[in-house]
């Protein structure tokens, strides 16, 4: 229950809580022996015996502290009636919708019913985990879930949504007040259905300028983590507002959140500086998850260890700055395991 505590309680330990942000994925033998099995990616999402399997399957293998539910960001699109598929060699795919007509054709009473499956995993893995294990639940946060919605799936520059939400704000702006609604309930239901942590990812949050970034990603999960904090005042919010650089620092002055979770380009002094002394909030993060994945043994542990002394004098979560690519070396992530279990004995100083 390390995680928990040191998220909710702020408990101080020599060695920190420890999980990865898509650790439960394509780099473990395990998973890739089930995803080819299971050709759709969705239906492994929908599926609470496989994906209960898959969100304990890096915690059976590398006793990890947290283990995040296996799902994905875009099963609220999904959710909501918008047509999502996961098409290989290709990634995610969604039926275009770009005109308040369209928003009128939602779904936005579906979220508990077509999300069942998800919950019915949830009760699963809190049945099965282990007891120092904490189960995360998580979301997508509005800006970056309605990126994939206004592009039809990923994109390089997001032109097509920038453009939109500058030109066309009234619409935009209600696509993000559906997002929203729909949000608070799914995460609502996850912790009522018996998860003990929320993250928030906002993965696009980094591509806005100040003024966009305030109005979509700062407003929008101010309103999320509210409500949420209302209703469950004792379930941590770990917030992600990946590449959102120094206006991290608008996020901690305005949102009640509990962690911010930083990537690997934001750097170690200005954290320690200006978020964990400035604004007293716990940090998650931020090892490279390239570097884990290509990186030598050596350099590998330095960057560890450099991450420990200087976020580790206060509460602080390991984790990586994004997600296990699938490449990763199963190794590299033992070391890192190794290195930070065992950094209250100086065994690698």
Known sequence: MKLLRTLQKKEKYSTPPIWFMRQAGRYLPEYRNIRSKEGNFLNLCYNPKLASEITLQPIKRFGFDGAILFSDILVIPDALGIKTEFIKNFGPKLQNISTEQDLYKLKLNNIKNHLNP???AIDIIKSTKPKKTNLIGFSGSPWTIATYIIEGGSSKNFEKTRSIAIQNEIFFQKLIDILIDSIIEYLSYQIEAGVEIIQLFDSWSG?????QFEKWVLNANKKIIDNVKNKYPEIPIILFTKGAGILNENICKNINFDCLAIDQNLPKN???ENIQNKYNKIIQGNL??????YGSKDDIK???L?????????EFVFNLGHGVLKETPIENIELVLNIVNNYKCNTFV
Request: hydrophobic letters at 45%; aromatic letters at 10%; glycine letters at 0%.
């Open 302 to 304: 330095k960057e560890v």
């Open 118 to 120: 998800v919950f019915e």
């Open 288 to 293: 490279d998850n390239i570097l884990l994945c």
């Open 306 to 314: 450099s991450i420990l002394s200087n976020f580790n004098e206060k």
């Open 270 to 272: 200005w954290v320690k």
């Open 207 to 211: 591509i806005l300028p100040e003024s």
